[in-house]
Protein backbone atom coordinates (compact mmCIF):
# COMPACT_ATOMS: atom_id res chain seq x y z
CA UNK A 1 0.00 0.00 0.00
CA UNK A 2 1.37 3.75 -0.96
CA UNK A 3 1.39 5.98 1.66
CA UNK A 4 -2.21 8.59 1.55
CA UNK A 5 -1.00 11.33 0.21
CA UNK A 6 -3.35 13.78 2.07
CA UNK A 7 -2.34 11.92 5.72
CA UNK A 8 1.25 12.68 4.25
CA UNK A 9 0.55 16.52 3.42
CA UNK A 10 -1.09 16.76 6.68
CA UNK A 11 1.54 15.20 8.91
CA UNK A 12 4.41 17.20 6.90
CA UNK A 13 2.55 20.70 7.75
CA UNK A 14 2.01 19.79 10.87
CA UNK A 15 5.74 18.66 12.00
CA UNK A 16 6.77 22.34 10.33
CA UNK A 17 4.02 23.92 12.55
CA UNK A 18 5.79 22.09 15.29
CA UNK A 19 8.85 23.38 14.24
CA UNK A 20 7.40 27.13 14.46
CA UNK A 21 6.37 26.45 18.52
CA UNK A 22 9.71 26.72 19.46
CA UNK A 23 10.77 30.19 17.89
CA UNK A 24 7.50 31.02 19.04
CA UNK A 25 8.57 29.85 22.86
CA UNK A 26 11.50 31.80 22.66
CA UNK A 27 9.48 34.67 22.02
CA UNK A 28 6.84 34.24 24.93
CA UNK A 29 10.03 33.69 27.33
CA UNK A 30 11.98 36.09 26.40
CA UNK A 31 9.26 39.07 26.42
CA UNK A 32 8.79 38.14 30.14
CA UNK A 33 12.60 38.39 31.25
CA UNK A 34 14.66 41.56 31.57
CA UNK A 35 16.02 43.34 28.61
CA UNK A 36 19.96 42.26 29.79
CA UNK A 37 18.46 38.54 29.53
CA UNK A 38 16.09 38.19 26.29
CA UNK A 39 18.93 36.99 23.93
CA UNK A 40 19.83 33.95 26.25
CA UNK A 41 16.26 33.57 26.81
CA UNK A 42 16.19 33.47 23.39
CA UNK A 43 18.85 30.81 22.71
CA UNK A 44 17.57 28.33 25.30
CA UNK A 45 14.56 27.54 23.20
CA UNK A 46 16.72 28.56 19.85
CA UNK A 47 19.75 26.60 20.93
CA UNK A 48 17.16 23.69 21.30
CA UNK A 49 16.39 22.80 17.57
CA UNK A 50 20.07 21.67 16.31
CA UNK A 51 20.77 19.80 19.20
CA UNK A 52 18.29 17.68 20.12
CA UNK A 53 17.43 17.32 16.02
CA UNK A 54 20.87 15.71 16.11
CA UNK A 55 20.42 13.44 19.14
CA UNK A 56 16.83 12.44 17.56
CA UNK A 57 19.20 11.19 14.34
CA UNK A 58 21.62 9.46 16.41
CA UNK A 59 19.92 7.65 19.45
CA UNK A 60 16.92 9.61 20.33
CA UNK A 61 14.30 7.88 17.70
CA UNK A 62 15.37 4.83 18.00
CA UNK A 63 15.41 4.47 22.22
CA UNK A 64 11.82 6.20 21.81
CA UNK A 65 10.16 4.22 19.08
CA UNK A 66 12.40 1.31 18.03
CA UNK A 67 11.19 -2.45 18.90
CA UNK A 68 11.04 -2.77 22.25
CA UNK A 69 13.31 -4.12 24.80
CA UNK A 70 10.95 -5.99 27.39
CA UNK A 71 8.46 -2.29 27.28
CA UNK A 72 10.94 0.12 28.80
CA UNK A 73 13.01 0.70 25.53
CA UNK A 74 13.92 1.06 22.38
CA UNK A 75 16.56 -0.87 20.84
CA UNK A 76 19.53 0.57 18.63
CA UNK A 77 18.07 -0.31 15.22
CA UNK A 78 17.15 2.50 13.92
CA UNK A 79 20.52 4.23 14.85
CA UNK A 80 21.17 6.95 12.38
CA UNK A 81 17.36 6.34 11.42
CA UNK A 82 18.97 3.38 9.47
CA UNK A 83 16.11 1.02 7.64
CA UNK A 84 13.46 3.74 7.57
CA UNK A 85 13.97 5.05 3.96
CA UNK A 86 11.26 3.85 2.07
CA UNK A 87 9.66 2.39 4.91
CA UNK A 88 6.00 3.01 5.79
CA UNK A 89 4.15 4.17 9.41
CA UNK A 90 0.24 3.32 8.62
CA UNK A 91 -0.92 5.23 5.77
CA UNK A 92 2.18 7.91 6.07
CA UNK A 93 6.32 7.41 5.15
CA UNK A 94 8.09 6.25 8.89
CA UNK A 95 10.35 9.43 7.59
CA UNK A 96 7.50 12.09 7.88
CA UNK A 97 6.59 10.15 11.57
CA UNK A 98 10.18 10.60 12.38
CA UNK A 99 10.39 14.37 11.20
CA UNK A 100 7.14 15.02 13.62
CA UNK A 101 8.26 12.99 16.79
CA UNK A 102 11.40 15.07 16.27
CA UNK A 103 9.79 18.49 16.76
CA UNK A 104 8.19 17.56 19.92
CA UNK A 105 11.28 16.32 21.31
CA UNK A 106 13.27 19.62 20.69
CA UNK A 107 10.80 21.64 22.19
CA UNK A 108 10.14 19.93 25.82
CA UNK A 109 13.81 20.72 27.35
CA UNK A 110 12.87 24.30 25.76
CA UNK A 111 9.92 24.66 27.95
CA UNK A 112 11.92 23.63 31.24
CA UNK A 113 13.91 26.63 30.70
CA UNK A 114 11.57 28.97 31.79
CA UNK A 115 12.40 28.35 35.37
CA UNK A 116 15.94 28.63 35.13
CA UNK A 117 15.58 31.90 33.22
CA UNK A 118 18.12 34.55 34.05
CA UNK A 119 20.30 32.89 36.01
CA UNK A 120 22.08 29.32 34.59
CA UNK A 121 25.09 29.06 32.66
CA UNK A 122 24.36 28.51 28.79
CA UNK A 123 26.78 25.45 28.93
CA UNK A 124 25.45 24.08 31.60
CA UNK A 125 22.14 24.06 29.40
CA UNK A 126 23.31 22.70 26.11
CA UNK A 127 24.65 19.58 28.84
CA UNK A 128 20.94 19.39 30.50
CA UNK A 129 19.25 19.28 27.57
CA UNK A 130 21.09 16.69 25.64
CA UNK A 131 21.18 14.26 28.87
CA UNK A 132 17.68 14.77 30.04
CA UNK A 133 16.06 13.93 26.68
CA UNK A 134 17.84 10.92 26.73
CA UNK A 135 17.34 10.00 30.40
CA UNK A 136 13.89 11.37 31.04
CA UNK A 137 12.23 12.13 27.37
CA UNK A 138 13.17 9.13 25.62
CA UNK A 139 11.90 6.63 27.90
CA UNK A 140 8.69 8.68 28.74
CA UNK A 141 8.00 8.48 24.98
CA UNK A 142 8.55 4.97 24.58
CA UNK A 143 6.21 3.80 27.29
CA UNK A 144 3.68 5.82 26.53
CA UNK A 145 3.06 6.11 22.34
CA UNK A 146 5.46 3.17 21.50
CA UNK A 147 3.24 -0.10 21.15
CA UNK A 148 4.91 -2.01 23.12
CA UNK A 149 6.12 0.44 25.92
CA UNK A 150 4.68 -0.55 29.46
CA UNK A 151 1.93 2.31 29.82
CA UNK A 152 0.45 2.25 26.12
CA UNK A 153 -0.53 -1.61 26.61
CA UNK A 154 -1.67 -0.98 30.14
CA UNK A 155 -4.14 1.38 28.39
CA UNK A 156 -2.60 4.90 29.41
CA UNK A 157 -4.10 7.55 26.92
CA UNK A 158 -1.99 10.73 25.65
CA UNK A 159 -3.27 11.65 22.49
CA UNK A 160 -0.05 14.60 22.13
CA UNK A 161 1.77 14.45 25.16
CA UNK A 162 0.12 15.73 28.24
CA UNK A 163 2.54 13.25 30.42
CA UNK A 164 5.30 12.67 28.05
CA UNK A 165 5.90 16.53 27.73
CA UNK A 166 4.53 18.53 29.75
CA UNK A 167 4.23 17.31 33.13
CA UNK A 168 8.03 15.98 32.78
CA UNK A 169 9.14 19.11 31.48
CA UNK A 170 7.11 21.20 34.13
CA UNK A 171 8.10 19.14 36.80
CA UNK A 172 11.55 19.24 35.89
CA UNK A 173 11.40 22.35 35.94
CA UNK A 174 10.67 23.19 39.33
CA UNK A 175 13.42 20.52 40.10
CA UNK A 176 15.24 23.02 38.62
CA UNK A 177 13.95 26.21 39.86
CA UNK A 178 14.74 24.65 43.36
CA UNK A 179 18.23 23.04 43.04
CA UNK A 180 19.62 26.31 41.10
CA UNK A 181 17.89 28.56 43.62
CA UNK A 182 16.20 31.71 42.81
CA UNK A 183 17.36 34.92 41.44
CA UNK A 184 19.33 37.29 43.41
CA UNK A 185 17.17 39.58 45.30
CA UNK A 186 14.48 37.37 44.86
CA UNK A 187 11.36 37.11 46.07
CA UNK A 188 11.79 41.07 47.54
CA UNK A 189 12.23 42.11 43.98
CA UNK A 190 10.27 40.72 41.35
CA UNK A 191 11.23 41.66 37.97
CA UNK A 192 8.81 42.63 35.47
CA UNK A 193 8.52 41.80 31.92
CA UNK A 194 10.60 43.87 29.71
CA UNK A 195 8.47 43.06 26.53
CA UNK A 196 4.67 42.06 26.55
CA UNK A 197 3.91 42.65 23.09
CA UNK A 198 6.51 40.09 22.69
CA UNK A 199 4.94 37.57 24.75
CA UNK A 200 1.73 38.29 23.29
CA UNK A 201 2.91 37.75 19.84
CA UNK A 202 4.70 34.46 21.02
CA UNK A 203 1.08 33.10 22.72
CA UNK A 204 -0.40 33.70 19.17
CA UNK A 205 2.10 31.88 17.43
CA UNK A 206 2.24 28.80 19.68
CA UNK A 207 -1.92 28.59 19.77
CA UNK A 208 -1.68 28.19 16.13
CA UNK A 209 1.33 26.29 16.20
CA UNK A 210 -0.49 23.49 18.29
CA UNK A 211 -2.62 23.07 15.48
CA UNK A 212 -0.23 20.97 14.44
CA UNK A 213 1.03 19.69 17.62
CA UNK A 214 -2.44 18.14 18.08
CA UNK A 215 -4.30 17.44 15.24
CA UNK A 216 -1.07 16.46 13.76
CA UNK A 217 -0.97 13.92 16.25
CA UNK A 218 -4.04 11.95 14.50
CA UNK A 219 -1.34 11.04 12.27
CA UNK A 220 -3.82 11.42 9.19
CA UNK A 221 -6.21 14.25 7.67
CA UNK A 222 -9.91 13.42 8.63
CA UNK A 223 -12.37 12.71 11.57
CA UNK A 224 -9.30 12.29 14.06
CA UNK A 225 -7.54 15.19 13.11
CA UNK A 226 -10.74 17.67 12.79
CA UNK A 227 -11.66 16.47 16.20
CA UNK A 228 -8.59 17.09 17.84
CA UNK A 229 -8.07 20.39 15.96
CA UNK A 230 -11.61 21.80 17.44
CA UNK A 231 -10.53 20.75 20.72
CA UNK A 232 -7.35 22.35 20.80
CA UNK A 233 -8.99 25.75 20.04
CA UNK A 234 -11.52 25.52 22.33
CA UNK A 235 -9.31 24.11 24.91
CA UNK A 236 -7.39 27.32 24.38
CA UNK A 237 -10.25 29.50 24.26
CA UNK A 238 -11.31 28.23 28.06
CA UNK A 239 -7.96 28.49 29.43
CA UNK A 240 -7.55 32.06 28.55
CA UNK A 241 -11.57 32.59 30.27
CA UNK A 242 -11.13 30.03 33.19
CA UNK A 243 -7.23 32.36 34.18
CA UNK A 244 -8.33 35.86 33.36
CA UNK A 245 -11.78 35.21 35.73
CA UNK A 246 -9.97 34.40 38.42
CA UNK A 247 -7.16 37.12 37.99
CA UNK A 248 -9.70 39.55 37.54
CA UNK A 249 -11.46 38.38 40.75
CA UNK A 250 -8.09 38.45 42.18
CA UNK A 251 -6.76 41.26 41.10
CA UNK A 252 -9.54 43.54 39.61
CA UNK A 253 -7.85 43.45 36.55
CA UNK A 254 -7.98 41.23 33.41
CA UNK A 255 -4.37 41.49 31.91
CA UNK A 256 -2.99 40.60 28.69
CA UNK A 257 -0.51 38.51 30.19
CA UNK A 258 -3.45 36.74 32.25
CA UNK A 259 -4.52 36.05 28.54
CA UNK A 260 -1.50 34.89 26.98
CA UNK A 261 -0.88 32.25 29.96
CA UNK A 262 -4.36 31.28 30.26
CA UNK A 263 -4.59 30.08 26.48
CA UNK A 264 -1.23 28.01 26.88
CA UNK A 265 -2.80 26.55 30.02
CA UNK A 266 -5.69 25.58 27.92
CA UNK A 267 -3.55 24.44 25.34
CA UNK A 268 -1.72 22.15 28.13
CA UNK A 269 -4.65 20.36 29.74
CA UNK A 270 -6.23 19.60 25.99
CA UNK A 271 -3.59 17.79 24.80
CA UNK A 272 -3.74 14.76 26.05
CA UNK A 273 -7.26 14.29 25.70
CA UNK A 274 -7.49 16.21 21.97
CA UNK A 275 -8.51 13.60 20.62
CA UNK A 276 -10.58 11.51 22.87
CA UNK A 277 -12.98 14.05 24.21
CA UNK A 278 -16.49 15.79 22.86
CA UNK A 279 -15.89 19.55 22.11
CA UNK A 280 -17.93 20.95 24.94
CA UNK A 281 -15.52 18.95 27.76
CA UNK A 282 -12.48 20.21 25.91
CA UNK A 283 -13.81 23.93 26.59
CA UNK A 284 -14.69 23.02 30.27
CA UNK A 285 -11.45 21.07 30.45
CA UNK A 286 -9.37 24.63 29.08
CA UNK A 287 -11.43 26.39 31.64
CA UNK A 288 -11.08 24.23 35.15
CA UNK A 289 -7.30 24.45 33.73
CA UNK A 290 -6.51 27.83 33.50
CA UNK A 291 -7.89 28.30 36.89
CA UNK A 292 -6.02 25.52 38.50
CA UNK A 293 -2.82 27.01 36.36
CA UNK A 294 -3.54 30.33 37.70
CA UNK A 295 -3.79 29.05 41.30
CA UNK A 296 -0.56 27.06 41.52
CA UNK A 297 1.22 30.45 39.87
CA UNK A 298 -0.23 32.58 42.94
CA UNK A 299 1.41 29.43 45.05
CA UNK A 300 4.80 30.26 44.02
CA UNK A 301 4.77 33.22 46.24
CA UNK A 302 3.29 31.81 49.40
CA UNK A 303 6.52 28.64 48.63
CA UNK A 304 9.01 30.72 47.92
CA UNK A 305 10.68 29.05 45.21
CA UNK A 306 11.39 31.27 41.63
CA UNK A 307 10.23 29.29 38.43
CA UNK A 308 10.93 32.28 36.84
CA UNK A 309 8.10 32.32 33.74
CA UNK A 310 6.46 29.53 35.48
CA UNK A 311 6.97 26.53 33.45
CA UNK A 312 5.94 24.63 36.37
CA UNK A 313 2.76 26.51 37.44
CA UNK A 314 1.57 25.96 33.24
CA UNK A 315 3.13 22.83 32.07
CA UNK A 316 3.22 20.87 35.48
CA UNK A 317 -0.02 21.08 37.17
CA UNK A 318 -1.58 21.83 33.72
CA UNK A 319 -0.28 18.42 32.58
CA UNK A 320 -1.33 16.80 35.55
CA UNK A 321 -4.98 18.24 35.20
CA UNK A 322 -5.14 17.48 31.62
CA UNK A 323 -4.11 13.75 32.31
CA UNK A 324 -6.36 13.13 35.12
CA UNK A 325 -9.30 15.32 33.25
CA UNK A 326 -9.16 12.71 30.28
CA UNK A 327 -9.83 10.06 32.91
CA UNK A 328 -13.06 11.87 32.75
CA UNK A 329 -14.41 13.45 30.37
CA UNK A 330 -12.85 10.70 27.99
CA UNK A 331 -15.22 8.56 25.57
CA UNK A 332 -14.56 5.31 23.16
CA UNK A 333 -16.20 6.53 19.62
CA UNK A 334 -15.01 5.09 16.07
CA UNK A 335 -13.69 7.41 13.77
CA UNK A 336 -11.91 7.08 9.98
CA UNK A 337 -12.84 3.44 10.45
CA UNK A 338 -11.05 2.90 13.83
CA UNK A 339 -12.05 2.86 17.76
CA UNK A 340 -9.79 4.91 19.37
CA UNK A 341 -9.72 6.16 23.25
CA UNK A 342 -11.72 4.40 26.17
CA UNK A 343 -14.08 5.39 28.41
CA UNK A 344 -13.95 7.52 31.49
CA UNK A 345 -14.94 7.95 34.92
CA UNK A 346 -18.19 9.95 32.91
CA UNK A 347 -19.06 7.32 30.90
CA UNK A 348 -18.67 4.28 34.07
CA UNK A 349 -15.02 3.68 33.78
CA UNK A 350 -13.83 4.80 37.15
CA UNK A 351 -10.56 2.50 35.74
CA UNK A 352 -9.46 4.43 33.32
CA UNK A 353 -9.16 7.49 35.46
CA UNK A 354 -6.86 5.50 38.28
CA UNK A 355 -4.50 4.63 35.06
CA UNK A 356 -4.35 8.35 34.08
CA UNK A 357 -3.51 8.99 37.68
CA UNK A 358 -0.45 6.15 37.46
CA UNK A 359 0.85 7.23 34.19
CA UNK A 360 0.95 10.94 35.41
CA UNK A 361 2.54 9.65 38.74
CA UNK A 362 4.74 7.95 36.93
CA UNK A 363 5.79 10.63 34.66
CA UNK A 364 6.33 12.68 38.53
CA UNK A 365 8.72 10.17 39.58
CA UNK A 366 10.86 9.94 36.44
CA UNK A 367 11.35 13.93 36.21
CA UNK A 368 12.38 14.25 39.70
CA UNK A 369 14.69 11.91 39.72
CA UNK A 370 15.85 12.16 36.96
CA UNK A 371 16.29 15.65 36.72
CA UNK A 372 18.09 16.08 40.63
CA UNK A 373 20.57 13.20 39.87
CA UNK A 374 21.64 15.16 36.50
CA UNK A 375 21.45 18.44 37.77
CA UNK A 376 24.11 16.47 40.94
CA UNK A 377 26.01 15.17 37.83
CA UNK A 378 26.56 18.53 36.08
CA UNK A 379 27.41 20.04 39.40
CA UNK A 380 30.28 17.85 40.10
CA UNK A 381 32.20 19.20 37.11
CA UNK A 382 30.20 23.01 36.03
CA UNK A 383 28.39 25.56 37.58
CA UNK A 384 24.90 25.62 37.43
CA UNK A 385 25.19 29.48 37.44
CA UNK A 386 26.28 32.24 36.38
CA UNK A 387 28.46 34.43 39.01
CA UNK A 388 26.43 37.17 41.15
CA UNK A 389 28.50 39.74 39.12
CA UNK A 390 27.54 38.31 35.69
CA UNK A 391 23.90 38.16 36.96
CA UNK A 392 23.99 41.54 37.59
CA UNK A 393 25.22 42.44 34.72
CA UNK A 394 23.09 40.27 32.35
CA UNK A 395 23.17 36.98 30.49
CA UNK A 396 23.30 38.22 26.97
CA UNK A 397 26.71 39.83 27.48
CA UNK A 398 28.32 37.38 30.29
CA UNK A 399 26.63 34.34 28.40
CA UNK A 400 26.72 35.61 24.51
CA UNK A 401 28.97 38.35 24.17
CA UNK A 402 26.00 40.34 22.93
CA UNK A 403 23.21 42.80 23.09
CA UNK A 404 19.47 42.23 22.33
CA UNK A 405 19.18 46.08 22.23
CA UNK A 406 21.49 48.49 20.38
CA UNK A 407 22.16 51.49 22.87
Known amino acids: MKPDTGDTAWLLASSALVLLMTPALALFYGGLVRRKNVLSTIMHSVSAIPIISALWLFFGYSLAFGPTVNGWIGDTSHFLLRGLIGEQRGTVPSLAFVSFQMMFAVITPALISGAFAERMRFSAYLVFAVVWSLIVYCPMAHWVWNEGGWLFKLGALDFAGGTVIHITAGVSALVCAIVIGPRLKYPAERPLPHNLTMTMTGAGVLWFGWFGFNAGSALGAGQLASLAFINTHLGAAGGALGWVVLEWKHGGKGTALGVASGLVA ?64 AEERSLDGVTVGANGLLFGN ?58
Open 350 to 407: ARLLLIQALASLVAIVVAVVGTWGLLRLIRSFLDLRVAPADEREGLDVSQHGEQGYAG
Open 266 to 329: GLVVITPAAGFVAPWAAFVMGALGGAACFLAVLMKYRLGYDDSLDAFGVHGVGGVVGALLTGVF
